[in-house]
């Protein structure tokens, strides 16, 4: 298998050639049934990476990856790395002005997409010039019967496809012998990923990471497997979150790849075929997220499966409650243990294996690769004394300390202390007897259901409706997704008629479903600050305060 050549190891390309050299025979993932060794999946990669090449795809190159979780994600995703260009995931579910953005930001010279989603980019490509649009469908990899089966079932959804000059199957570019063509990256500088986080200003930021960054995210994850039952090349994890987001790609790489195990990917979370794939496959290690253990342990089937193959279980993407942490732990008699990360940093802490985690305890701060944190009063950026709380500031060689074309984000997102630069979380976590413990996060960040939505994003698409003049997005507390979504909404004087329906078919024309608001109330002003900052903060005590008393 051809990979990089770079100045060094570190690189998630070294990871997956090395695997695929040392496991061929074993199964590195299963989808719907079908198996894909270390072997096949080295070679699917490589010849989409020779596809790619033909497009005259090259190196420093952005590709959006507009995908479900499918065998077709991974095998774009590094593929794409491979050859020295740039992938850029984004939700399978983002709209056609999402997506506009967000190619048009990191100027894209390929996507790859589903056939339902082909309309969107169609309707968007004009605004870049694109060597190629590559399109598949949930089944492709699979065998034909299966296929056959999902389609007379209508269990596949179908997408239209208008073959011009630029547009390609997946099927195509897998059609090229690999080529022997190597690419010289440094991989301390050279950007290998870009990945869209919630921005302040109402647009998401860009944030790049290069391979160094990659490497140590997947080793820290890694090293959280090793020394314990999870036997080396033996393990298999079922994975349900998305593989667009960091932490299932640093899963992915780390436990995956750099351990020679094996990856169920579903492309849906549904309850019941999540417990059904965790007994077939007896599989002995789970990541979720809060919502998705409540739903698992509310769900009244979960006597009919045998899911005592299961080991470990991971948590990640939201701060797991203390109900879900002890009625996992009573049901299952084995812990959550808890991963907790950000886009810009990776995988930052995570609850050892090899002990019991504590409650709300996100765990020990990872220092591979000479990462450092510091807990800081977030006025003053002064350090504070253990057992006090702060935000966490992260630190790395290997970080870019930046976003794309965001020179005011980059400024109001990275400080630098003491001669290094720190990416500040905007999260309040303290430090007690070596472990670190989540407090409380930023007012600008709402979790719904696992993901990190920007509250200003929401409101920035709501104050471009005609009738409205402030808008104010909160996160209100929900026991089983986390947070719902609750926008606070000042018409114009002289407005007429307009309807929370109104703002929510609004919303939905240019959000992902995930980021509409579940509530919008009407308000005669917003909270604001002495220099006319929104007071967010106040809106959610609010909120919480009315909760509390019912």
């Known amino acids: 298998m051809r990979t990089m050549e770079t100045s060094s190891n570190e690189s998630v390309a070294k990871v997956l050639e090395n695997a695929c050299k040392s496991f061929p025979e074993r199964l590195a993932m299963i989808y719907l049934g079908k198996s894909f060794s270390y072997a096949k999946l080295g070679e699917l990669i490589d010849r989409f990476a020779a596809g790619l090449n033909s497009l005259g795809v090259d190196k420093g190159d952005k590709v959006i990856v507009y995908l479900p979780n499918t065998p077709q994600f991974v095998i774009a995703f590094y593929a794409i790395m ?18 506009g953005y967000m190619s048009k930001d990191c100027e894209a010279r390929a996507i790859v997409c589903l056939k339902t989603n082909f309309g969107y980019v169609k309707e968007i490509s004009h605004q870049m010039p694109l060597k190629g649009i590559i399109y598949t469908d949930l089944v492709e990899m699979i065998p034909w019967w299966k296929k056959a089966i999902g389609f007379a079932f209508d269990k596949v959804p179908r997408g239209r496809i208008r073959k011009d000059e630029n547009v390609y199957s997946f099927s195509d570019l897998l059609k090229y012998p690999a080529s022997s063509k190597t690419v010289n990256a440094d991989t301390w500088k050279d950007i290998c990923r870009v990945l869209y986080t919630g921005g302040t200003t109402g647009l998401p930021k860009g944030a790049p990471s290069c391979h160094a960054h990659l490497y140590y995210g997947a080793m820290e994850v890694a090293e ?11 393990s298999t994890i079922v994975l349900t979150l998305p593989l667009f987001h960091a932490l299932c790609q640093a899963v992915f790489s780390g436990f995956v790849l750099a351990l020679g195990n094996t990856a169920v990917i579903m492309p849906q979370p549904q309850v019941d075929a999540i417990l059904e794939c965790i007994q077939r496959n007896k599989a002995d290690l789970f990541l979720g997220v809060p919502a998705l253990y409540r739903m698992i342990l509310d769900s009244d089937r979960l006597d009919q499966y045998d899911l005592s193959s299961l080991k470990y279980c991971w948590s990640g993407g939201d ?25 810009e940093g990776e995988l930052q802490c995570a609850t050892p294996l090899s002990k019991r985690p504590k409650l709300r305890s996100v765990g020990v701060f990872s220092k591979a690769g000479k990462k450092n944190y510091k807990l800081v009063d977030p006025d003053t950026l002064q350090a504070v004394a253990e057992g006090s709380t702060g935000e966490l500031l992260v630190s790395a060689p290997y ?39 989540f407090v409380d996060r930023s007012a600008d960040v709402i979790k719904h259901k696992g993901y990190r939505v920007s509250a200003s994003e929401i409101e920035a698409v709501l104050q471009d409706h005609p009738t409205v003049v402030a808008a104010c997005a909160v996160g209100v507390p929900d026991p089983k997704i986390g947070e719902r979504i609750k926008a606070f909404v000042v018409l114009k004087e002289d407005a007429r008629g ?47 305060r009315k909760m509390d008393k019912a």
């Open 224 to 234: 959280c497997a090793r020394g314990t039952a999870i036997a080396e090349g033996k």
């Open 82 to 99: 491979v050859i020295g260009a740039v992938p850029v995931p984004i939700s399978p579910i983002y709209t056609p002005n999402e997506v």
């Open 399 to 437: 970080f870019l300390n930046c976003y794309l074309n965001k020179p005011e984000e980059t400024a109001a997102s990275f400080v630098n202390l003491d001669g290094e630069v720190y990416y500040r979380t905007k999260d309040m976590l303290m430090m007690k007897e070596g472990e670190l413990y």
């Open 498 to 544: 307009v309807s929370a329906r109104d703002l929510t078919k609004w919303c939905r024309e240019s959000l992902a479903p995930y980021k509409v608001p579940q509530y919008i109330e009407f308000r005669d002003m917003l909270p604001r600050s002495k220099v006319g900052k929104l007071l967010r903060r106040d809106m959610r005590d609010e909120e919480r």
């Open 319 to 343: 701060i797991l409650p203390d109900e879900v942490f002890n009625r996992w732990n009573e049901r299952f008699g084995i812990p959550l243990h808890q991963l907790y990360g950000s886009t």
